[in-house]
């Protein structure tokens, strides 16, 4: 056998062997990023049902999301949900059939869905938002409405902070709020994580009784005695600029170009 014809089939399984390698990366890859995906979605659902302290031993994170959990689309600037009737275009009635997959983020990005903020409205500093948002009914056990849980977000000092704001059906009071995804300075910023300031949120109020956002963290420790001390909560220690975030993106969701329309109507008409 000559030379050439060794090097050539060295080259030949090389190669295939390349392509088997390959091809069995490119199908790993896929079959991960599915499994990534449904990952994500019940870490997400994991943290709506934690917002809104629904989160039962012994019952899976599907069970309650599917037995206690309504899931709708509320037009931002209207305050009313998406109903057959109102969706107008393709996308609106393929996201009504199917609200918990609608993806409110890539909606923001997509310009048919989305509305642009001027600098004055966007005090969250997220320069857009999507047209519609979901919001997640959670109910009792005879099927009563109790809960309200809303997506929020907004940038902190590092990183856009995804969140749920959990309210009762006062739209006032605070169930309770927490943040799945950011990139805060751990032990700073990154304390919005911390047990220990989530637990301070419930029971809070988020407006004032002329209806005004009026959630504001404050340095040091709230004295519960002082007054409108049920609408302060302790700001982040050493992290003045994400306790900023959390403020502004607080006010921007209750207010008139976030939430504000929807829970006036709640408060006017129920749920």
């Known amino acids: 056998m000559s030379s050439n014809d060794s090097t050539g089939k060295t080259l030949l399984v090389a190669t295939l062997l390349c392509i088997v390698c390959s091809i069995v990366v490119s199908t790993a890859a896929v079959a991960l990023k599915g499994q990534q995906v449904q ?50 275009e393709q996308w609106q009635q393929e996201a009504l059939q199917n609200p918990v997959a609608y993806d409110q983020r890539k909606a923001a990005k997509t310009p048919e869905k989305n509305e642009v903020l001027s600098g004055k409205e966007d005090i969250a500093n997220i320069k857009r938002q999507a047209k519609y948002a979901t919001v997640y009914l959670a109910k009792d056990e005879q099927g009563k409405v109790e809960t309200i849980i809303l997506p929020v977000h907004g940038y902190g000092l590092w990183s856009t902070l995804y969140g749920f704001l959990a309210l009762e059906t006062d739209t006032t009071t605070v169930v309770g709020l927490g943040f799945y995804e950011h990139a805060e300075t751990p032990g700073l910023g990154g304390e919005v994580d911390n047990p220990n300031w989530k637990a301070l949120w419930p029971g809070k109020k988020v407006y004032d009784e002329d209806g005004d956002v009026s959630i504001r963290l404050v340095k040091g420790s709230v004295d519960p005695s002082t007054p409108n001390a049920e609408h302060k909560v302790d700001a982040l220690g050493g992290a003045t600029l994400t306790s900023n975030g959390v403020q502004n993106l607080l006010h921007f969701w209750l207010g008139e170009n976030g939430f504000g329309p929807y829970l006036e109507k709640v408060r006017e008409q129920g749920v």
């Not at 031993?57 to 206690?68: A, D, H, T």
């Open 39 to 88: 990952n994500k979605l019940q870490d997400k659902n994991r943290n709506i049902l934690a917002a809104a302290n629904m989160l039962e031993p012994g019952k899976s994170v599907q069970e309650i999301f599917k037995n206690r959990l309504e899931v709708k689309l509320v037009n931002l600037d209207t305050g009313e949900y998406l109903t057959p009737e109102k969706a107008t």
